[in-house]
């Protein structure tokens, strides 16, 4: 882990207790912003991915088809690790039908002994895994991250339902790293042309929909995310075309439900959102107008949402009419 990478998780941390204290909530939003605006792009390095797909999709099928076919599906802690390892694989053959397919399946079959399970859980939060290069120029490792993150869901969701193995501090901990995530995402890409998906945005939005959910994990620490989140959409510049702003805004639409708290969070990321706008002036660059179309997209998707409560609609109505 580098050390700015390490700064960003310190700071991310101290941010969540300020608010869990009472400390600060109206400035959060801006102190998030002014932390993601701190961060420096580091070189660009290599990113070393797995080069043997034939042999990896090989190997994918013969794992599916003995567990499929045994009354008791197991797995050996060598072919957790080899199916981790292969997130990274370029080639969605392997990263998507094939890893990812096959992780949600033994995550149904139960084939996962405790231990198992919560080394999968720790291993796909590691720095090496989950932050790969994330701090860098655009680069392949996008998919590592994105797809740990869509397994991360499916771990979360499989806790809730089965297994009863993750504890309050493990919820604590996975909350506080998607959070330092999110801080750092610069890479919002949908569709990779060769490489299939990456769809960082609709991932985070999964696992934000299942730790929603999760009655252990504080309210503070909920609002943190669902602030975190508009901030970082806020400052992403790639176009998010790819559903993403549906998904995002389906979380938010789930978590307004759940008690008014949450109401009063989003109103005060959208209102602080709306008073950058003010002084706004329309600059001739890509990063603007995609930073301005996002937002455009978020607003509308959220205005979609059957369940939103009515104060936001106004809200989002009223900003839309006159921006």
């Known amino acids: 882990m580098s050390e700015q990478l390490s700064n960003i998780a310190q700071a991310v941390k101290a941010l ?3 608010l869990t204290k009472g400390e600060i909530f109206a400035g959060l939003p801006n102190k998030i912003g002014d932390l993601m605006e701190s961060i420096d792009v580091e070189p660009k390095q290599p990113v070393i991915v797995t080069s043997d797909d034939l042999e990896a999709l090989s190997r994918i099928r013969e794992i599916e088809k003995r567990v499929k076919h045994s009354p008791h599906p197991q797995v050996t802690d060598d072919e957790i690790s080899f199916l981790v390892d292969h997130l990274a694989s370029l080639s969605p053959a392997v990263r998507d039908k094939g ?10 079959m139960n084939a996962f002994t405790d231990q198992q399970f919560h080394w999968l859980f720790d291993r796909l939060q590691a720095p090496d895994v989950l932050f790969a290069h ?8 996008i998919f590592l991250r994105s797809f740990a993150l869509m397994i991360l869901s499916g771990v979360v969701y499989a806790d809730q339902a089965r297994y009863n ?3 309050n501090d493990d919820f604590d ?9 999110i801080v750092m995402e610069r890479d919002g890409r949908g569709y990779v042309d060769g490489k299939g998906w990456a769809h960082a945005y609709t991932h985070m939005g999964n696992l934000l929909e299942e730790l929603s959910q999760v009655n252990s994990l504080p309210r503070a620490t909920k609002v943190f995310l669902q602030m975190v989140t508009i901030e970082g959409w806020r400052r992403i510049e790639t176009p998010l075309i790819y559903g993403e702003d549906q998904r995002i805004a389906s979380y938010l639409s789930g978590l307004t439900q759940v008690n008014p708290f949450y109401v009063e969070a989003l109103l005060v990321s959208l209102k602080n959102w709306q008073q950058s706008l003010l002084q ?5 660059s890509i990063r603007f107008w995609n930073r301005w179309y996002n937002r455009g997209r978020l607003l509308q998707a959220m205005l979609l949402q059957g369940e939103m409560p009515e104060q936001i609609q106004e809200f989002v109505q009223q900003v839309i009419d006159v921006y």
Not at 134 to 141: H, V
Not at 280 to 284: D, Q
């Open 280 to 284: 706004l002036r329309p600059r001739e």
């Open 99 to 108: 890893v990812f397919f096959l992780m949600s399946d033994l995550l149904q």
């Open 134 to 141: 994330i701090l860098e120029p655009e680069n392949d490792a």
């Open 16 to 18: 969540r207790t300020q």
């Open 165 to 167: 193995v993750l504890t």
């Open 173 to 181: 901990r996975i909350a506080l790293t998607l959070a330092t995530y």
